[in-house]
Structures are given as C-alpha cells and as structure tokens.
C-alpha cells in the first residue's frame, strides 16, 4: 500500500453483459479479482469467463482499483467470452434510476481519494487539463476515457496502443477498436470517440468535460513568449513553430487585447485571438480557453463577440452609456432607436446613425474629443522576436528529446523517447518492461488517464 493512501469505501457501478446495473461498495485496496468474485456472485457467472474493461483496456486481476485511478461512481463494463445465459443469483439494481432521483441535498457526498495527489510514491502527473463547470468553476486537472463514437457505449476496446498526439483525440473517429455493448452496437462498433471528465472531484458517468487543449504541462522546460519564465503550465498556440505563453501572460495577452477590441472573428470558431506574434492558423478554436480570464473578463468577451457578429452585419451598437445594445435596423435611414422591451433590453435611446450621438436634423457635427475608433485605442500586447525564437514548443521538444535519456526502471538500460506517447517498452528482449515515461513505474492505468501523451 503507498504511503498516505485513502482506504476509505465508496460505490462504483458495474454493468453485467446484459446492460444492466450494479452499485458494488468497494475500497480502493481491492484488485480486480475481488471485483470479478463480487459480480460472480451476483451473476453466478465464474470469475474466468469474463474480463472487466475500464477506459478502453481490459484489466489484469492483479491490479487495484487504486492503481487504476478508479473513484466513486465510475463505472466499470463485464465481457463476458461464451455464449451462455446469464443466471442470476440476485435482482441487479439499476443505478441510473438510482442517480437520477437523487438531489442536490440528499445525495451521498462523492467520495475522493486524496492520496493520489497527497503520496509522495504515487503522484499523479496531469498533462490533460478541462474547464469542469461544477463544482470546480474553473480549470482542473483531465482524465481520458474512450467509448464508442456510434452508441457511445464505454465497453470499448482500443485496438493498439492508443493516441499519441492531440490530433488522435480531437479528430473524429481516427483510432478504432471494438464495441463490446450489451445487445450489439447500433453502428458499425468500430470507431473510437475519446472525451474528459475532471479528476478534482469523483463523477457521475454522464458527466463531461471540456478539454483545454491548448493547456500543457511544461514537460519540455519552453519559456514563455512574453516574461520568458519555465511555468508548470504553459499555453500552446497552433501556429507552426507552437508559440508558447504562460497562463498568467496569456490571460494579460486576452484582457489587452479585449479591452483594445482586436480580437477577430472567424468562420466556425467566433470571437478569438491569434497566437501574440499573429501567425496565420494559429487560433483559439475552443473559446473555453478565455473562461481563464475569470467570470467578469469572460462576461465581457461573450458581449464584445456578440457585438462584433452584429457590427458584421451591417448593424449598430446603441451608443447610449451602460447600454450597448446590438441593433439590426429595417432600414438605412439616419434615425435608429434603442428598443425598450421588458426582458429583451435595451434603453429606448433614439440616436444619429452617422455620428451615434443624439438624434438630430441636419448636419453632423464633429465631436470636440472624439473618441478613437475600435481596434484602434490602447497599446497593443507586444512580445519580442528573440524571446518568440526561444518560446516555440516544437523547437524546445526537439531539444528535449535529444538531451534526454532515461533508464528502464527494471533494466536501467537507458531509452530514448522518440514520440509523444508516455508508454515506454525496454527495447532489451531479455527485458521489455513496459513503463511510464514521466512516472518511471509499471505503466498503468493513471498515468493512461493524466498523460498518455504529451
């Protein structure tokens, strides 16, 4: 047992080879086999009949549901290899009822073991991070868990050794396997569909998170682009040469240019930036990234990017202080008025489209202080093109790779990493211990969930 491990018991739910639900109280000490010997007795189907599937692997009896990263209310699926009826020895509850019904006041309060983050021989490395919207209300550490792109089901196998890029993950059914749903799948049962859930916290099986794929851990030692710092956490942009911020730059980098109004609007993405140097296709495509900014920041993001939709257009703001209303009007004329309705917004304001100042017959006539055009006011965030020739993840990844050697945790022979994929086999065939790169242990299931690539 490590050091400073959690013993404490908590539910986890099984689905049998038929579909159907179990809630089984467990400790995080038990291995697989106790699992396997606890449904037995619930299907009187014998332990060496069936395998259990967890995040897109079968699992060996041997390990613990501690080593597999297992928490309260993840779900664990049976499959089964005979073609034999299932008996069973007692009535399966069905935990979906039985999670639905709960509320916010009489459910049990989800067990978290601590230890993963609190023992110093089994700490958990992320290189997976997500915008959990509750309880974190913020950035937390990802896992990584694969079902089946068709029906969506969990029970699915990967076929080889998994993604190695976030390019296996975010694009749609790249990497293949095998459904193994109860009743057959309603597709082909063929393509993976990879998604997160937030490791701060246990979580319900239809609960989801958003990846921040932009977010890395600073494996490679890149400094950022702007204070030139090594941060745990470093923002990649997308551009070839993968210019890096730190997050705290990053979020200064979003907050000037928001309050300068020169964020872009593009096609299929929306209201976004470029990476700081404005390399073409370097994007924030996945504008969960800008939740960084904070609740006000990211408030007033949503309302400049609505704004800039309307202005493209062909409409107009309401010029009118604490107002700011997009409006579309039905016709070109100089007089626009800010509607006033109940629950829909807007001041009732009547003004000059030309010169956006109150209503007038006549000429325009040119403001004594006029204010500067959007896009235009304040100072522009700058970075240097020597620190951007030192903040390129790319670059530094190369140099990473070709400094570093570890030795085989079993062997000590020393390996080479050459891609991004963490799981590691000693190339010696007298060896071929398989082994985490980052965590230099027997590769598991954890290190599977936090940073199988990176």
């Not at 395998?51 to 990263?69: E, H, K, P, S, Y």
């Not at 626009?336 to 100042?357: D, L, N, T, W």
């Not at 006539?365 to 965030?381: D, I, K, L, Y």
Request: proline share 4%; hydrophobic share 35%.
């Amino acid at each position: 047992m490590a050091a400073g491990m959690n013993t404490d018991s908590f539910e986890v739910n099984v689905k049998d080879f038929q579909g159907r639900s179990v809630v089984i109280r467990v400790d995080p000490t038990w291995d697989v086999s106790r699992i396997k010997r606890e449904i037995s007795n619930q299907t009187r189907v014998t332990p060496n009949d069936f395998r259990i599937v967890f995040a897109g692997q079968t699992l060996a009896d041997n390990q613990t549901l501690w080593d597999i990263g297992v928490q309260g209310y993840s779900t664990l699926h049976c499959i089964r290899f005979r073609g034999f009826d299932v008996k069973m020895a007692t009535p399966l509850k069905d935990v979906a009822s039985q999670l639905s019904q709960m509320t916010t006041t009489d459910a049990p309060t989800p067990h978290v073991d601590r230890s993963l983050s609190d023992a110093p021989q089994a700490q958990v490395h992320h290189s997976f991070y997500v915008y959990c919207k509750k309880p974190c209300d913020g950035m937390a550490p990802g896992k990584l868990r694969v079902r089946c792109a068709d029906c969506k089901d969990a029970s699915f196998l990967l076929l080889g050794e998994g993604p190695g890029s976030w390019d296996d993950i975010l694009t749609g059914r790249k990497l293949h396997g095998q459904c193994n749903r109860a009743g057959g799948c309603t597709g082909t049962g063929r393509d993976a569909e990879f998604f997160f859930k937030c490791s701060a916290h246990a979580t319900l099986e239809t609960e989801e998170c958003v990846a921040l794929h932009m977010i890395r851990s600073n494996s490679v030692m890149v400094e950022c682009a702007s204070c030139l710092s090594v941060s745990d956490l470093v923002m990649v942009f997308a551009c070839p040469e993968r210019h890096c911020l730190c997050v705290d730059c990053f979020t200064q980098y979003c907050q000037v240019e928001l309050t300068s109004r020169r964020f872009i609007e593009k096609r299929g993405v929306g209201y976004t930036l470029r990476c700081p140097a404005g390399c073409e296709g370097s994007e924030v495509t996945e504008s969960h990234h800008f939740r960084l900014l904070g609740k006000d920041l990211y408030n007033r993001y949503q309302r400049f990017g609505t704004e800039e939709f309307v202005l493209q257009m062909g409409g107009v703001l309401c010029p009118n202080a604490g107002c700011g209303m997009g409006l579309l009007p039905d016709d070109t004329g100089r007089r626009v008025q800010c509607p006033r309705e109940i629950g829909m917004g807007g001041c009732g304001f009547v003004f000059c489209r030309a010169c956006k100042s109150e209503f007038h017959e006549g000429a325009c006539r040119q403001p004594s202080n006029p204010e500067p055009a959007n896009g235009t006011e304040g100072a522009a965030f700058q970075v240097s093109a020597e620190n951007l020739e030192r903040a390129g993840w790319i670059q530094a990844n190369e140099r990473f790779i070709q400094t570093s050697t570890k030795a085989c945790p079993r062997c000590k022979v020393p390996v080479e990493k050459s891609g991004g994929c963490m799981h590691m086999t000693c190339g010696m065939a007298a060896c071929r211990y398989e082994w985490c790169w980052i965590c230099l242990v027997e590769w598991n299931r954890q290190c599977q969930a936090t940073h199988w690539f990176g």
